[in-house]
């Protein structure tokens, strides 16, 4: 038997199992193009589909080192009832984000009304599935609807995910409906508290991340997948000395490893601060695994191992900072 080490599980905050499909597809020029690619995929997903097709995205995220992952979920009811069987079947810890959408997208993303939307949320409750809020964005959610939702996950102490400041088209279409910028609006609607978790956030500025540090919210960072969008980059350093935690999700699935995500996340900062060393070894495992926790509301999640004997651990001396600064997911030992 390989010598290991026991770690807490590394957990996925935010995935869209679906988009593993589109991986090693290069169409698209940018982040709107891939868009279209993905809306079509979308298209395709049936309860049968997700029920197969999860299984073994979630299988690839607990080989990965990921024991919890929480699924964006915007494919509808049924989608999101296999999702949560597929996870039982993989063996991961799942969180159902439903997602809020009122408008744009395709017809299947869509509720008829904020009240439809809170009534699906409480039927997965009543079935004693794990269930966060999410409205998608503010392009997807009017302000009508965010404030009911902000309000219901103050009442019921639920998780809140929500994407916000991805791309600068989204900026600048929020600017010119509400005359502020998304993080404000989330603010304002009540959709901002320590229990909010922004993902991406590349393209915040330092007023809306001062009201993500007042509220106590999280940030979600998806670096290979934003790397892939081109989305940008997480303005890494400005978060940390807010006192923000970060998370880390796989989201599209190009890559799934999170050590990859983790090590991704310190390069930005080095890259931005022209230094080495701006997160700590211990923070960065921090943000892999309790900060998603706490984002996805969970107090118990699985360990995971750390095959010692890996060629990529021979001769190291510090095997933490090796994990991050050289290991990929396969020096995790099979559940």
């Known amino acids: 038997m390989a010598e290991s080490l026991s770690l807490p599980g590394f957990v996925d905050a935010h995935s869209h199992g679906f988009q593993r499909a589109l991986r090693g597809r290069a169409g698209g020029t940018d982040f709107w193009e891939w868009r279209e690619l993905m809306l079509a995929e979308a298209e395709r997903q049936t309860p049968a589909l997700v029920r197969r097709e999860y299984v073994q995205v979630y299988r690839e995220l607990r080989a990965a080192g990921y ?97 916000a400041d991805e791309q600068p088209r989204e900026i600048e279409e929020c600017l010119g409906e509400y005359g502020i910028r998304p993080i404000e609006l989330l603010d304002r609607t009540g959709c901002l508290s320590e229990r909010t978790t922004v993902v991406h956030a590349t393209h915040a500025d330092g007023a809306e991340l001062d009201l993500v540090a007042r509220a106590g919210a999280r940030v979600c960072a998806c670096p290979t997948t934003e790397a892939n969008l081109g989305d940008g ?72 191992e750390v095959d010692l004997s890996h060629t990529s651990l021979r001769g190291v001396e510090d095997v933490f900072e090796a994990l991050v600064s050289g290991c990929g997911a396969d020096v995790f030992l099979e559940a």
């Open 233 to 304: 980059f997480l303005p890494v350093e400005r978060v940390c000395t807010r006192g923000i935690g970060i998370c880390i999700g796989s989201d599209s699935n190009v890559r799934i490893d999170p050590l990859e995500e983790l090590r991704e996340l310190e390069g930005i900062a080095r890259r931005q601060a022209g230094r080495r060393n701006v997160i700590s070894t211990e923070t960065l495992l921090c943000f892999g695994a309790d900060e998603g926790a706490g984002s996805l509301g969970l107090e118990q999640w699985d360990d995971v």
């Open 67 to 163: 024991t919890a992952v929480g699924e964006f979920h915007y494919l509808g009811f049924d989608e999101a009832l296999a999702a949560v069987d597929a996870a039982a079947e993989a063996g991961i810890r799942i969180v159902i984000l439903l997602a809020a959408y009122g408008r744009g997208g395709l017809p299947r993303f869509r509720q008829e009304s904020v009240n439809e939307y809170l009534k699906q949320v409480e039927d997965l409750r009543g079935r004693g599935i794990l269930v966060g809020v999410a409205p998608h964005s503010v392009r997807a959610c009017p302000a009508d609807w965010l404030e009911e939702i902000g309000r219901y996950a103050a009442a019921e102490r639920l998780p809140l995910h929500v994407h």
